[in-house]
């Protein structure tokens, strides 16, 4: 069965501090991986889509990691502002199909604080 | 930023009601979607649509419509709401390819009493 699982589920950090959020996932065969952003009431945004190729991908201070073997991704925040408070979503696409087969997490709730 | 629109952002009515969802881009995107998604919860598809004139569904069993008459407009109606349509309701759009971005609408945050 194609699953995403991202772990934490919550995670609350001081502003300035980094943190790392996980992703796995088991969805074969495996197109590309992608984070989103999602503030409270609003649709998410795109941080960072790679493929299978890419072992690392930036968006200002987010860093995302793809080892496509363990089919494990994190996302890395570094110097974290109050605005980073948001749901971070790890979407993964399987190979060959259209695009409406992409498989959701059920995100990780970061709360910063000052 | 995307240009997705969606309205209501913020529905409350009764059961029985027939309500239509609004989604509009002027991106030109071909693609189009809607999702489905609860508190803590992952996004579920319950429409999607390649162009004008088409329209699928999605992994997930809904009782609504689509239509997609033209290429920036696709509407989600609900002809009979139910307490158990009570959810966030995420319009999204994109361009073809194997590795296109998702742009998304705020949603329709829909409360069905």
């Known amino acids: 069965k194609n699953q995403v699982e991202q772990s934490p589920q919550s995670l609350i950090i001081l502003e300035g501090k980094n943190c790392t959020l996980q992703c796995n996932y088991t969805v074969s065969p495996f197109s590309n991986l992608r984070w989103y952003k999602q503030d409270t009431g609003r649709g998410p945004v795109s941080l960072t889509i790679m493929t299978f190729s890419e072992n690392t991908k930036s968006n200002g201070r987010y860093t995302a990691t793809l080892d496509a073997d363990t089919k494990q991704s994190s996302l890395h925040i570094t110097a974290s502002q109050l605005s980073d408070s948001a749901s971070y979503i790890c979407v993964v696409s399987d190979r060959g199909s259209t695009l409406g087969r992409l498989y959701f997490g059920r995100g990780t709730q970061l709360t910063v604080w000052p | 930023e995307a240009d997705i629109y969606q309205t209501p952002r913020y529905l409350v009515i009764g059961t029985g009601k027939k309500i239509t969802l609004e989604c509009s881009q002027t991106m030109g995107h071909d693609k189009m979607y809607w999702y489905q998604q609860d508190p803590g919860m992952e996004l579920h598809l319950i429409h999607y649509s390649y162009g004008v004139n088409s329209t699928e569904k999605g992994d997930l069993s809904s009782e609504s419509t689509v239509s997609r008459i033209r290429t920036e407009h696709f509407p989600l109606t609900l002809e009979s709401a139910r307490p158990s349509h009570t959810s966030q309701y995420l319009c999204?759009?994109?361009?073809?390819?194997?590795?296109?971005?998702?742009?998304f609408g705020s949603g329709t945050q829909l409360s069905v009493l």
């Open positions: 999204a759009s994109s361009e073809n390819g194997s590795n296109e971005k998702l742009f």
